[in-house]
């Protein structure tokens, strides 16, 4: 398959191709690792009449302390080098597991943190060849007027799978986005609204700079976990990932966080499953009562690869077990 024409863009600096992107972002894309968007390209998913190559610039790449005993990621930085970290393995366990989850050690050795935060939804329908596509009438993410998966909705529905994404929710993190002349920091759920199309809420003139993650506290279980059809190289059937902050080491819970990713068009936080879990002791049926409330909260919809009741199955599954191995571990059992 060969790519499309367009004109390949080379900053020398951050400030060159804010400018770049300020001047002619609706009409450009940007490439960091390649690894999902030369395939887009190849696709003809996207064709963009330029292409803003951010790969060789200084300053976006690698893990540092930040302000107030964060951590910062550059967004550059692989996904080969996050799950490979000591620092990460040892402070965010379940982004080092959440990053080696990702494809195979080839795309991991290319693929960066910021392009698996900015990842495209993905479909059966739309991730495809052109060829392929022509035979098929377009659809919203296509330029058409209908979604081929869910018929009668009003948007594309799309779903939701960088494995990342649930981990980083899970540890409160916060994202640096830069455009020419200033820089917004937001909670990283507030970059997705839950739409399939587009996938994200970044500016046509904005670049992921870079991924800022608090200390996690003392007493804390976390865990990240994906099914997926093959163990290697496959995107997720459903992923999970909870942070469940204990205080004592009595069971009862102070703190939770709780997020999904591959059930829907957006990443999920579960807030009422976090809720119901505040200041309570985690027993059998609140474990089971918290995996019905998340499974509420993502309100699995996809159709497509695997039914939205295997994915509820799997998801409540996911939140029930790793709650009672969360109490389990806080009782030292
Ligand atoms: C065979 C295969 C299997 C895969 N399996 C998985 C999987 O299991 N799990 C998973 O999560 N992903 C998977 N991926 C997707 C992809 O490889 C990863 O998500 C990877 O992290 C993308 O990073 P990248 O740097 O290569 O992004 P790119 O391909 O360069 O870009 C991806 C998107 O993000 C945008 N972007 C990238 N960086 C920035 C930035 N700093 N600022 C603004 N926009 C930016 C690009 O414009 C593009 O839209 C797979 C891909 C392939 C080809
Ligand atoms: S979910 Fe619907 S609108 Fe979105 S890409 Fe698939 S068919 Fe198209």
Same mark, same amino acid.
């Given at each position: 398959?060969?790519?499309? !024409? ?25 490439? #960091? ?6 395939? =887009? ?13 951010? !790969? ?30 000591? $620092?990460? %393995?040892? =402070? ?10 990702? #494809?195979?050690? =080839?795309?991991? &050795? ?14 059966? @329908? @739309? ?62 759920? $507030?970059? @997705? ?27 804390? @279980? ?32 102070? %703190? ?15 807030? !009422? ?39 509820? $199955? ?14 389990? &571990?806080?009782?030292?059992?």
């Amino acid at each position: 398959m060969t790519l499309p !024409k367009f004109t390949h863009l080379a900053p020398s600096s951050l400030d060159e191709a804010l400018d770049l992107l300020n001047e002619k972002g609706e009409k450009t894309k940007v490439i #960091a690792g390649g690894s999902d968007l030369m395939v =887009q390209l190849k696709h003809r998913t996207t064709t963009p009449e330029f292409i803003l190559d951010i !790969k060789g610039l200084n300053g976006l790449e690698g893990i540092s302390a930040g302000s107030d005993g964060k951590t910062n990621i550059g967004a550059l930085t692989t996904l080969d080098t996050v799950s490979e970290s000591e $620092q990460i %393995k040892e =402070q965010f366990p379940i982004l080092a597991r959440a990053a080696f989850k990702v #494809a195979s050690s =080839q795309i991991r &050795n290319v693929g960066t943190l910021g392009g698996n935060v900015c990842l495209n939804t993905r479909c059966w @329908y @739309y991730n495809q060849t052109s060829q392929w596509r022509e035979a098929i009438p377009a659809c919203y993410k296509m330029g058409g007027d209908e979604c081929l998966v869910i018929k009668n909705s009003d948007k594309c529905n799309a779903v939701f799978l960088a494995d990342t994404v649930p981990a980083l929710i899970a540890l409160d993190a916060e994202l640096k986005i830069l455009k020419k002349g200033g820089e917004r920091t937001i909670p990283i759920e $507030q970059l @997705y609204n839950g739409s399939g199309h587009p996938s994200n809420l970044l500016g046509a003139d904005e670049i992921l700079g870079e991924i800022q993650i608090p200390a996690t506290p003392k007493n804390t @279980y976390s865990v990240f976990i994906k099914d997926a059809p093959r163990e290697v190289v496959d995107f997720a059937i459903v992923n999970m990932a909870m942070c469940i902050t204990f205080k004592g080491n009595d069971g009862v819970c102070e %703190k939770a966080r709780i997020a999904a990713g591959g059930v829907t068009s957006g990443p999920v936080r579960s807030l !009422k499953g976090e809720d119901a879990l505040k200041g309570k002791k985690i027993t059998d049926s609140l474990a089971d009562e918290v995996a019905d409330l998340v499974v509420k909260d993502a309100a699995p919809i996809s159709p497509i690869w695997v039914s939205p009741s295997q994915r509820r $199955q799997t998801l409540r599954t996911f939140v029930k077990r790793q709650l009672m191995a969360a109490l389990a &571990n806080n009782q030292g059992n």
